[in-house]
């Protein structure tokens, strides 16, 4: 069996419904595949042609989503923006994200800033006037045990009495009829489980591309294969950002590195403290009578239906490498 880096076809190319741990899991550790050549997921956007600006309000070091929609931001707020990025703009985990945004079971400023996202993505279609693959979705979560149903209800209750009136929850228990409207076709002992009525979903392939060329249209400056190599700084303030090209002028500098904002902010002696991991995904092809939107299952299976139907599948098992950095 041939696995692409688009897809993996699973017992005659659907989710085996009555079995969904075993069909998705089985394959990726059980049969024999490979790698082969074939197209990359993520769309090929060209950089901004030319010769690097002499000065910009803000310089943004990284064309992932992070620097894209920063510097969306920062332009609409009126400055000029220029983004620096050592390959090309969304090629590595910004084209590849699992592109689900809820706020089930999170606390704080973390379920703060994904209820602000939600609120900021519903918009976005109707904003740049293009799909960008964002739908409120809905997400159900099987609870692996008793007490993790436990402690689901009672997040929930917890949650209706912090938020206010202007922050909706719309999460709840779900079972019965609707359980089984929600989770078609699974033929487990499952009953139970939490639903988050208004959470979305991206399909990164598409999004973040969608994204960039909105960017580029009002006016952010994109420059590829272009290395941010460190930032200079006169009188205590930031005053330029250099690149293996020439220098920039500035007096605003944001890393928007993702897993390589460590190694460049070790250049300025900032210790940033991270933790890198990676995480298999495949795409599935879908078929009729499936579960649709975004699940997550005991055992560590989550599968999220994307616009065009097919599945972005990842179990939850994560490669942490052991590198110097781990040790200081």
Not at 240 to 259: L, M, N, P, Q, Y
Request: charged letters at 20%; proline letters at 4%; glycine letters at 12%.
């Amino acid at each position: 069996m041939n696995i692409s880096r688009r897809k993996l076809i699973l017992s005659g190319g659907a989710i085996c419904a009555a079995g969904i741990g075993a069909s998705v899991l089985g394959p990726m550790f059980q049969r024999e595949g490979r790698l082969v050549p074939g197209k990359p997921r993520y769309g090929f956007i060209n950089g901004t042609e030319g010769p690097l600006p002499q000065s910009a309000d803000a310089v943004i070091i990284g064309a992932g989503i992070l620097g894209i929609m920063t510097a969306i931001d920062l332009t609409e707020k009126g400055l000029s923006v220029v983004i620096v990025e050592k390959g090309n703009i969304a090629g590595e985990q910004s084209s590849r994200f699992y592109g689900q945004l809820m706020t089930y079971k999170m606390e704080g400023e973390t379920f703060m800033l994904h209820h602000l996202g939600k609120e900021h993505w519903r918009g976005m279609n109707k904003k740049i006037g293009v799909d960008t693959s964002y739908r409120t979705q809905g997400r159900v979560e099987v609870p692996m045990s008793d007490e993790d149903l436990q402690n689901v209800r009672t997040w929930i209750d917890d949650k209706k009495e912090q938020v206010s009136s202007s922050i909706p929850l719309n999460t709840r228990i779900i079972q019965g009829e609707e359980f089984k409207k929600r989770l078609k076709g699974a033929t487990s002992n499952w009953t139970i489980a939490g639903f988050e009525e208004d959470s979305g979903s991206l399909d990164p392939e598409i999004a973040a591309v969608r994204m960039a060329e909105y960017a580029k249209k009002i006016g952010v400056k994109i420059y590829t294969n272009c290395a941010a190599r460190g930032i200079e700084k006169q009188g205590g303030v930031v005053s330029d950002v250099v690149t293996e090209k020439s220098a920039i002028r500035t007096t605003r500098a944001v890393v928007c590195g993702g897993a390589w904002s460590r190694l460049f902010m070790q250049n300025l002696d900032v210790d940033l403290q991270t933790l890198p991991a990676y995480q298999s995904q495949q795409l599935i092809t879908g078929g009729p009578g499936l579960p649709g939107a975004n699940v997550a299952l005991p055992g560590n299976i989550f599968f999220r239906e994307q616009a065009n139907g097919t599945y972005a599948t990842s179990p939850r098992i994560e490669v942490i490498p052991i590198v110097k950095d781990s040790f200081i």
